[in-house]
């Protein structure tokens, strides 16, 4: 089993910002994915960013520019960087990895992220 552990949310004033962290731990062979889905009221959640073990990141288009995801690997922990933040980045933020080779998803409790206008 792998248990993650999230930190870093809060309210912040658009423009502002914010760093979330999402560490790793338990049995875990090998990290395949590590990323940042969020969910905002009434919608589906969605990806923020995610960073593969080969280094590839994706981004969604919406946060390009603004956010920087980044993983130390020796920490089991992966960042999220969020400047520039708009109100319509208000909204749960979740950790998400995935582990071993049966890619088997795992998910962090979610953090609140309020950004006011």
């Known amino acids: 089993q792998v248990q993650l552990v999230e930190s870093g949310g809060g309210l912040v004033q658009a423009g502002g910002s914010l760093r979330l962290s999402c560490a790793a731990s338990?049995?875990?062979?090998?990290?395949?994915?590590m990323g940042w889905y969020r969910q905002a009221p009434g919608k589906q959640r969605e990806l923020v960013a995610d960073?593969?073990?080969?280094?590839?990141?994706n981004y969604a288009d919406s946060v390009k520019g603004r956010f920087t995801i980044s993983r130390d690997n020796a920490k089991k922990t992966v960042y999220l960087q969020m400047n520039g933040l708009k109100p319509e980045d208000t909204a749960v933020y979740y950790c998400?990895?995935?582990?071993?080779?049966?890619?088997?998803?795992?998910w962090g409790q979610g953090t609140q992220v309020t950004v006011s206008s």
């Open positions: 998400h990895v995935v582990s071993g080779i049966y890619d088997r998803a795992y």
């Open positions: 338990g049995t875990i062979v090998s990290i395949n994915v």
């Open positions: 960073i593969r073990s080969g280094g590839r990141i």
